[in-house]
């Protein structure tokens, strides 16, 4: 017969909390299930901005072969008269304008059409707003902002200085030659440290020099036959920040034997005029 008095067996004692190790594990545990989520997140973000702006691009590429066809080959106008306000883009003197011009012959809005209600042309309906550019808050409602610009580097003027639209029967080889691409917004981060701050400045024309790499470091041309590609910012500009000459496989001019480099100055000069006096206009 067993003693009442013997003791009862020990138990282990319940325990009550977790250990510091265990902590700063679980921590980074979810840390880094956090990093995975927002790295997944952001990559499911931009490809779906990255397949907006090519079907945008596309449906701009097709309006500028309908506008050649329709204008006996000549190009639109590069930008309005004077600054390119509100109020000069919905003047009529404007239609031809190709950021009126290419959405009004596809059923879009024109520029001068959101003149009424600035705030509207940032929305996804209108086929020159790209959702992955970053729109300065501050000014897109004082002058439109443009992700989509014109190849400025087609544009020539003639012996008196007056700008003189290129021509279809100009441009050697179509197929090659950029006519639209993705343009970089004033503040919006540059994709090359080449490129300068000033050719990020959400005008209507551009080139190379303000192409933005929206994706991965890379965004979308629209060549002057209407077909669209994907391309390397890094692939288009050299080392210096000039243009890649003898060109290749893109073309910025109306033919390959011209030198892109060649009235940068001038062309700059004229930008930075433009948006010297646009800054003027804008309230402090």
Excluded at 7 to 24: G, Q
Excluded at 109 to 127: C, E, L, T
């Amino acid at each position: 017969m067993k003693s009442a008095s013997l003791a009862s067996p020990s138990r282990i004692p319940a325990r009550s909390a977790f250990t510091l190790m265990e902590v700063l594990v679980a921590v980074a545990i979810v840390l880094v299930l956090g990093a995975l989520i927002f790295s997944t997140v952001r990559a499911l973000k931009q490809r779906a901005h990255k397949q907006v702006a090519a079907e945008k691009m596309k449906k701009l590429g097709g309006a500028l072969t309908n506008y050649l066809n329709q204008n006996n080959g000549v190009f639109p106008i590069e930008d309005a008269d004077g600054q390119d306000t509100w109020a000069n883009a919905a003047k009529p003197e404007a239609k031809d304008v190709w950021y009126n011009a290419l959405p009004r012959l596809i059923g879009g809005k024109g520029v001068g059409d959101y003149a009424a209600s600035p705030s509207s042309f940032y929305k996804d309906d209108n086929i020159l707003y790209l959702p992955g550019a970053d729109y300065p808050e501050k000014r897109k409602t004082v002058k439109p902002e443009f992700a989509i610009a014109l190849n400025s580097k087609l544009q020539h003027n003639d012996p008196s200085g007056k700008k003189e639209r290129p021509k279809l029967d100009q441009v050697t080889q179509p197929a090659k030659t950029v006519a639209l691409l993705e343009q970089g917004c004033s503040g919006e981060k540059r994709t090359l440290e080449v490129q300068k701050k000033n050719d990020y400045d959400g005008s209507p024309k551009g080139n190379a020099k303000s192409f933005a790499g929206r994706y991965g470091g890379k965004g979308h041309l629209v060549y002057v036959d209407g077909h669209v590609e994907l391309e390397e910012v890094k692939n288009l500009l050299t080392e210096t920040g000039a243009f890649p000459f003898p060109q290749g496989d893109v073309v910025w001019t109306r033919t390959p034997e011209e030198n892109p480099n060649q009235d940068t100055a001038q062309a700059d000069g004229g930008k930075k005029k433009k948006k010297d006096e646009t800054n003027k206009e804008e309230p402090k």
